[in-house]
């Protein structure tokens, strides 16, 4: 079963850009880049080659002796076996992050041979990136990033009758806004919460939509954060190792709290920031969680108000958070009787996904002293935006209404389990809208 992922739309508007530079894909481990990338040079390409520094160590050598484009091209011919043209050639160097003299050939090859296509997959880049020696060819590549598969990506495959028709409803939406008719809404409900329990990692969706058992699912699940602790031995240094694994196996106790802002003293008792502030960076560049700082005060640029000491930690995929809980899906597919237990933190890790995905890292939460507090504020060009995400049909909020009173936005958003709604600046949008939330923030 092949997900049709929407970046390469993204990565076909790149080949025909005649200012590209090399291109940095990022993104976790296990989120589909080396399968894209291939996927990509296989559609838009003639020929493909692919140098894999992890599990070809060997090429390492050659980039230690020369950064000259077209000699790193010969040799990658030579051992390849194949003729490598720049007209109709992809060159991908997967898991480049391994190979610093790699990432470093990069400015040649923009400064000297442009013509040639080249793409490049770093799931720990951001990590590799804070050794000692590494270096990076600033201002010479193009970036983009991978994410887990979307709820907007699994849904033609999970009813491609009911992806057609919410495509429909979200282009009559985006003209004027107006309830979804109800048997469309409640079957997009459905969907919605077999993904909240299947999650986003391509495999672990194949996997349940070949089989729909659970008990797969998870067996990936679980494979994947294993995987994941692996890299933490191999990547780390010896000292942070065992913090950052006490970190990453207490995480969702951290979640799991009423209050889900961050303590350093659910790890372990006593436990401060400064020795656990590097394992937070760790966790953070290599993809695995998010990191949303709280702001009180509000100005623009948002980034300015934001509290570095005050923040909530999300894992990448609501799918690993659901498996790393523990959660039997039934009790998702049952009811609500989840969601009022868990206060509806994989709805809110559902929806920073979607956010982060369109919107980039800038996303905070607001707080007003211990009386109020909104899950999500955003910044879109000179407006100030509060996202509000609630798990169930009940929709009542003190916070939210605080807020309005006070900051008088021109819109407030909220994403729960009701249809569409308008009541002057607040839009109810159901949470199977987060994907598609930009084409609704014009209308006020």
Known sequence: ???????????????NNPHRKPLVLQGARQVGKSFVLKKFGKQCFKNCVSVDFDLEPEHKAEFAKTKDPRRLIAYIAAVKGIKISPEDTLLIFDEIQ????????????????PEQAIVCAGSLLGVALKREGASFPVGKVDFMTLFPVS????LPLYNEQLSLLLQQQVETLSKQIDAIPEIIHSQLIEAYKIYLCCGGMPETVSRYLETSDWNEADKINNQILTAYTLDFSKHINNK???????LWNTLHDNLGKEDRKFKYAVIEKGARARDYENAVEWLSLSGL???????QTLRLPLSSCKNSSAFKLYLSDVGLLRTKFRLDPQTIMMGDRLFIEFKGLL????VLQS???QLGRDIFYWTSGNTAEIEFIIQQSQKIIPIEVKSSLSVKSKSLTEYRKKYLPELALRFSLKNVIKDYDLLNLPLYLVDYFSQFIIHK
């Open 151 to 154: 709820f907007k990506e699994f």
């Open 240 to 246: 942070d190792i065992p913090r950052v694994h006490k």
């Open 347 to 350: 709805t809110e890790n559902y």
């Open 355 to 357: 956010l982060v995905r």
């Open 1 to 15: 079963m092949e997900i049709k992922r929407d970046i390469l739309q993204d990565l076909e508007a790149w080949k």
């Open 98 to 113: 391994e190979c610093n003299d790699a990432l470093n050939s990069l400015k040649y090859f923009c400064e000297q041979m």
């Open 289 to 295: 969680v998010y990191q949303v700082f709280e702001v």
